[in-house]
């Protein structure tokens, strides 16, 4: 259960102490207030003593930013079934049953869980996912969310029957932002020289020749086959300047990161796998690539010839085929345009398709996620086929790698990404991935190449390559 407040936090507290010692269960209290404005990342970097292993940072293009700092509570699984969506879904609901809440409050404010869902549940993992499991959430004890215009402070607390009422006070005087110490700014880390190890190069050629002679013999239509590489530094980096990096020279990219313990999965992805606000749901098909140009009439003819390129089309195709017909099952008047569009982030330019509609009653946003993940352009077509070829061939773990991450909050709203151009820093240690859809028409060389352009965010933040 939750308990939203904008004010008179003991009484809320109060309230909510009633509600668990009656029903012997934890209830989530929630409050939230407007504050000056504040920078995410300084917000971030304030985690770093208190909640170090527990953060989250999330930015939409058009949306708004959030951190979350502190596991007040995780919701995590390590079902290797479709049932790891519902069983998210359900440890939230049950936590959700009664709302209360005093005062408006934006979308992104008050309790959210942030978190995502590995690649493919079924393949073994790998030593380096071995901490993440097949889905893991948290509500964070802080959060601090920014929206174009206003800055939001939630500060979260899981009541239980046994809690004492002046320590919960305690725990929201404490947050309170006036208490926080923010006074350690700091700089951006130059980083040093690293040696890069690129895995499995002539295996993952071989691979794509194989999908191919499988595309032609009809077996499947298409499949992503996906590539890492491996950075080591001699110090350990800071995420902090990686997430920095992202967020200047990314920003039409969602960029993620997701602390688990002494990992950190980063990324800044520009695909969008699903939003729900309210009804209104929207999903994108992103597929299809080619490089920026250096001058501005060579990134015109290269978006033009990206357009026109019939390989691309194919691959850009079934991606909007599957989403459309996943999102006309859950929602109506789905709209989509009839020819894609060009995308272009500081690196690349995509194909790009937008569908949008409206969900029908008890379509959730979980359901949408499990519905379309993973879809073609990180999968394959047809969908089940798909996941086994990248099973059978592909020579890396994805881990959660090409999976859904995002929000969501107790309302059924919230966002999901997938989570590409990405990577897992631990220590000095540091495995980036890339993936490219293989069709009919694909030459290994050339798909070498994409993956080698879809490296660059990454490569750039972590200070290989000059932004
Ligand atoms: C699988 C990745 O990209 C996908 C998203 C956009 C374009 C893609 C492509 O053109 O191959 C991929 O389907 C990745 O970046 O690792
Ligand atoms: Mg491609």
Redesign the pocket.
């Known amino acids: 259960m939750i308990t939203t407040i904008d004010h008179s936090v003991k009484e809320h507290i109060q309230k909510a102490l009633e509600v668990a010692r009656r029903s012997n269960e934890a209830v989530i209290v929630s409050h939230i207030s407007e504050v000056d404005a504040m920078d995410p990342l300084h917000f971030f970097n304030y985690g770093e003593n208190l909640f170090l292993g527990e953060r989250f940072y999330w930015s939409g293009p058009s949306t708004f930013t959030v951190v979350g700092l502190g596991n007040e509570l995780v919701i995590e699984t390590s079902d290797q079934t479709t049932n790891r969506f519902r069983l998210i879904e359900n440890e939230w609901k049950r936590l959700n049953k009664q709302v209360l809440h005093s005062g408006s409050v934006s979308v992104g404010t008050g309790p959210l869980l942030f978190g995502g869902f590995s690649f493919d549940p079924i393949k073994s993992k790998s030593q380096l996912w071995n901490d993440f499991s097949e889905a893991k959430f948290f509500l964070p004890t802080i959060m601090l969310t920014n929206t174009k215009e206003r800055s939001y402070l939630t500060v979260n607390k899981l009541i239980h029957p046994f809690d004492q009422l002046e320590d919960c006070i305690e725990h929201f005087t404490s947050y309170e932002i006036n208490n926080l110490n923010f006074s350690h700014i700091r700089d951006c880390e130059k980083f040093n020289e690293f040696k890069l190890t690129e895995l499995h190069k002539e295996e993952w050629l071989n691979a794509i020749v194989k999908a191919k002679e499988q595309i032609h013999a009809k077996q499947i239509d298409k499949v ?1 086959l ?1 590539r890492e590489v491996h950075l080591l530094f001699n110090e350990k980096v800071d995420t902090y300047s990686v997430i920095d990096s992202l967020q200047k020279n990314q920003p039409t990219s969602y960029i993620f990161a997701f602390e688990n313990g002494i990992q950190s999965f980063i990324g800044a ?3 969008r796998l699903v939003k729900k606000e309210n009804h209104k749901v929207f999903s994108t098909c ?4 080619i490089k920026r140009g250096i001058s501005v009439e060579e990134d015109k003819l290269l978006g033009h010839q990206l357009l026109t390129d019939d390989k ?1 089309l194919l ?2 195709d079934i ?1 909007v085929k599957m989403i459309k017909k996943a999102l006309e099952d859950c929602c109506y008047d789905v709209v989509t345009p009839d020819k894609p569009k060009l995308m272009k982030t500081k690196n ?1 330019q ?2 790009y398709t937008p569908v949008e509609g409206f969900a029908r009653e008890d379509h959730s946003l979980l359901s949408m996620v499990e519905r379309l993940h993973p879809t ?3 999968g394959g077509y047809p969908k089940h086929a798909a996941i086994e070829k990248i099973r059978e061939l592909e020579p890396m773990h994805r881990g959660w ?2 999976g859904p991450i995002g929000w969501l909050d107790a309302y059924d709203n919230g966002e999901f990404g ?1 989570a ?3 990577g897992l820093i631990e220590g000095n240690k540091v495995a980036l ?5 293989i069709v009919g028409e694909s030459v290994p060389e050339l ?1 070498y190449v ?2 080698q352009i ?1 490296l660059k965010p990454m490569m750039t933040a972590l200070g290989g390559i000059k932004a």
């Not at 992103?286 to 690539?289: I, M, Q, T």
């Not at 991935?433 to 859809?437: D, I, L």
Request: hydrophobic share 40%.
């Open positions: 992503v996906a992805t520009p695909e992103l597929a299809g690539s691309n691959e850009h991606v690349i995509h194909l073609p352009a990180l790698y090409a997938v590409i151009r990405s991935f890339a993936g490219c859809g798909e994409e993956t879809k």
